[in-house]
């Protein structure tokens, strides 16, 4: 997908004289591969919230025998209102978990179950939270809204060759691209993830999925190369860290709820894949 990309910046930043002729080249790459995304705001008046009791009608989700902190809930039919991915479904609701005990990183295989996110309709009751909930793990509701927007993906996914831009031009293109980010928290569904760190996320969900380790303590990691099965994965739900919403991931992190377009578009969540970057 993106090979020609590669050669086309390398050959047209390398030589830039002027910084600017450098940050322009890039930015107008990044906008050329933009794809839309739901960013999710403060003051919202429908269903959807950060934290509070979830409309749960399915057993309360547990990991290791403890039970998982609700993060989200998400109206499927107010996000489609709003523009939101195709290959959601329409109706229903969306609810996220996560065990903040085992603060899984979404790197090795025993993560699976850490992080769980469960689609229903019907039934809008509201859950009941265990009893042996911590009270550290309870998030207080923050009503959430919608709104369409273009997510541009990572520079580092053009290949840039760094080494071969004078200092002058490698800030002009990171001041170029900061500039292009919305404000934060940057809460999101669909589009191009904004990584804290590494970009190459599908991959990694596809590795470790497929059995690949990815905590070594070196940063190592065992990945191959993009294979058909790794971008067939969308980015379900990214979520800041937010004071406002009173969560905080790892060192002012992000979570980055991940599933395969067609395990969405058949209305199953039951496989997703959930990855903390911090600082």
Known sequence: MFTWLFRKVRRDVGPARDPTDAARVVVDQLKALAQPCLRILGGGTGASRLGGVPNLASPWPRYESRPLSCIAQLDLAEM???????????????????????????????DSGSSVVVYETGDQSWATEPADLAEEARFPTYPVRFAWDASIPSEERLG????????AERLAIEAAVEALQPPGPIHQVGGFAHPVQDPDMELQCQSVT??????????SKTLGPMS????????????????????????????????REQDARAGDFSRIWMILQCC
Request: charged share 25%; aromatic share 16%.
């Open 80 to 110: 489609r209102a709003a523009g939101g991915p195709d290959w959601l479904p329409d109706a229903g609701r969306l609810m996220f978990f996560y065990e903040l005990e085992h603060g899984s990183w979404g790197m090795e295989a025993k």
């Open 160 to 167: 840039i060759d760094w080494k071969r831009l004078a200092k």
């Open 210 to 219: 497929e059995g690949a380790y990815l905590g070594y303590s070196d940063g």
């Open 228 to 259: 058909s099965d790794a971008a067939d994965w969308r980015l379900l739900l990214q979520l800041d860290t937010d004071n406002d919403a009173g969560m905080m991931w790892g060192d002012t992190g992000m979570l980055y709820f991940w599933i």
